[in-house]
């Protein structure tokens, strides 16, 4: 049961139902249901009525828990379940301290996310600050969650499914491989015609970062025979498994490998390094780069020469070359990634449709250039650049 | 009330409920819930008489029309609402000939999609095969669509949202206020204190980009004046209303005022680089920028001087301001804007503590510094620090 009016309105997209339907699922659980209703009495209280009515064993509820709302939810769930409340004077310390360090003042509204049932469990919110509540109501465990994604994902992963998974007689083992690089109709026809005789079931996960291929079964060893099967034929695409990222494949292998990397970015304009520092432990091997978005600053800070721009353009093999050689000797790295491209959704010609990219990768032993077409859409063209331009650079250090 | 199991299963987000939800509170229509329900008879019915219970006078349902499914959601659908079905053989004749066309040849299973209701109609299908179907129950429209979002799209907005719309007697208006570095609880403690004799309703929406303000109202009068509240007290803090991004807002005000930008990057990575080259346009005024995320790079890239790092370190005032001015030096433009700091989770030091950030702009007015700390959750501290950066400069920007 997801409340929240943002969500029926439509301003908010329920990216939480489906996380936890999938998250869920995974185990070997069923979502029976899934409702919306609004943060109010009567809706909170109508949807808590036909989420309990069969019984199941868990009823997972999100959203109401921030300090505007919260009273609507706190009340109508401690009231529903027949609880009191108290004040929780140990939290509201922890609240306080938290805020005096930010150098900001506590709002007297915050009071309220330390207001804890008596008969029921508070669970602790390592992203935030509005804690998370479990109840029993006849066979039903209820666990409240904030809305928040990252504070829902967090509390989720920590604390609630460790406990349904305990109760789950035979659970269903997964394992999830990350590919880029290949369409999902490719995957789709080469597992059809390969993988018929066992009870692995395949899910497929398509997304602008490529394509994840998710194989469930009872059975272990049915899953690590598929994984292999598919390793040998598409080993190249596949650049990880389950919770990974390409970002952090490629900073963990620059880290074990010692080797250092910059870029130089024209379409995608900061994402690549976006993306590199997101990984904690990357400013080991991540010494920086330039953002050369016009043909000007190509010239002067990136030292190309106007003459080969003009002659070749600034999107093209030369151009995408010379960015890769020269922020690796600006940098002083092992490796020097580039691209540039036409991001979008104008600009292009019939020679340089809009879409198209090359992506060079320097290295102290060759320069590569691919060239791409990733679309019309601006920003879905950058993020398809920049995993590929980061699958090329993870290939660069395998071959090393 | 959307059907299908792999709604529930997570394996496919319901981007149809956000859809339907913004379409239909944009006329002034309120949704009461959203449900979710499997593909079966039980859970079909179930869901049907939860959404029918108080009687609201429309009902959307859509999924489980499909080729493969639709022959369950069809049945449950006739038996509950009591009516026969005959089949078109128009509309085989039709489908026919379309799959001739195609070249293709036409399956059974085809066949169910021209079976129709005796009491109810058929709502043509501009996009696709499967119908819709619309029926009335006691004092309840019941639309039902395909699941296909571009399917829906089209016969919703082609054949059902004008039925809709010609029934809203008084639609409701709205406008939304977009801040950034104001606490929800501050806003709130403020709106309930001097927001208390209107009809307007006020939705608070926080997310990482700071909080969003939605006011709405039947009457556009009272809504206005509570946005001139707004603005008189929060002005400096309101980046912009409704569907705009602060980028936007402030590649947007570049243009207008003929301003370049440039950015040197440490802590954000490339970060605010990405996010104003998101912008369509942004060519015009983005002349380009540096990831500076090692000490060398600073000295080296940028020409900060070894010996005001050493003496006061590469998060400080003094390292941003040389940032700024450089970058603005290096790339010829109007404004340089810095950002240096700790983004987490380790790093940090008792005098400069995880999360602090320096955030510079240079103009060719003067050079100005700001001091944050927004905390030890590394992308989240990103996110952040790129939003309060754009703020500066978007109020630089009005300064000039």
Chains 1, 2 share one sequence.
């Not at 490719?186 to 993988?195: G, R």
């Not at 030369?318 to 020269?326: I, Q």
Request: proline share 3%; with cysteine; charged share 25%.
């Amino acid at each position: 049961m997801n409340i929240g009016n943002e969500l029926l309105e439509g301003k908010t997209l329920n990216t939480n139902s489906q996380w936890l339907g999938e998250k869920v699922s995974s185990v070997g659980c069923q979502i029976e249901y899934q409702i919306t209703v609004k943060d109010e009495e009567n809706s909170i209280v109508s949807g808590l009525n036909y989420c309990l009515q069969d019984k199941p064993d868990y009823l997972l509820v999100t959203g109401g828990l921030g300090p505007t709302n919260d009273d609507v939810t706190r009340n109508v769930l401690f009231n529903y379940l027949e609880t009191n409340s108290e004040f929780d004077y140990e939290y509201w310390k922890v609240l306080k301290g938290k805020y005096q360090r930010m150098g900001k003042q506590i709002s007297e509204s915050i009071k309220s996310q330390a207001i804890v049932p008596k008969a029921g469990e508070v669970i602790s919110n390592p992203k935030g600050s509005a804690r998370g509540l479990k109840f029993v109501k006849r066979d039903t465990i209820i666990f409240v969650m904030p809305g928040v994604p990252i504070e829902l994902k967090h509390m989720f992963l920590q604390s609630i499914l460790p406990t349904i998974i305990k109760k789950v007689e035979s659970p269903i083992l997964s394992r999830t491989l990350r590919t880029t690089g290949i369409t999902e109709s490719v995957l789709f026809d080469y597992i059809e015609t390969h993988s018929k005789n066992n009870k692995n079931k395949i899910g497929y996960y398509p997304s602008v970062y490529g394509v994840d291929i998710k194989v469930s079964n009872k059975n272990q060893e049915e899953i690590n025979l598929f994984i292999d099967m598919m390793y040998e034929t598409f080993g190249n695409e596949i650049y990880g498994e389950n919770d990974t990222s390409m970002e952090r494949v490629v900073v963990e292998s620059c880290i074990k490998n010692r080797k250092k990397i910059a870029v130089a970015e024209s379409c995608t304009g900061g994402l690549i390094g976006d993306r590199i520092t997101n990984i904690s432990g990357c400013s080991e091997i991540f010494t920086g780069g330039l953002i050369v978005y016009s043909n000007n600053s190509k010239v002067k800070i990136l030292g190309l020469d106007n003459k080969g721009l003009d002659e070749f353009g600034a999107v093209s093999k030369y151009t995408a070359r010379k960015m890769a050689e020269n922020v690796k000797t600006m940098f002083n790295s092992s490796f020097g990634l580039s691209v540039t491209g036409i991001a979008g959704p104008n600009g292009g010609t019939k020679e340089k449709p809009v879409g198209l990219v090359y992506i060079g990768l320097a290295s102290d032993k060759n320069t590569i250039v691919e060239k791409y077409n990733f679309g019309k859409d601006r920003e879905l063209n950058k993020i398809k650049t920049s995993q590929a331009a980061l699958q090329i650079l993870r290939k660069g250090l395998l071959d090393e």
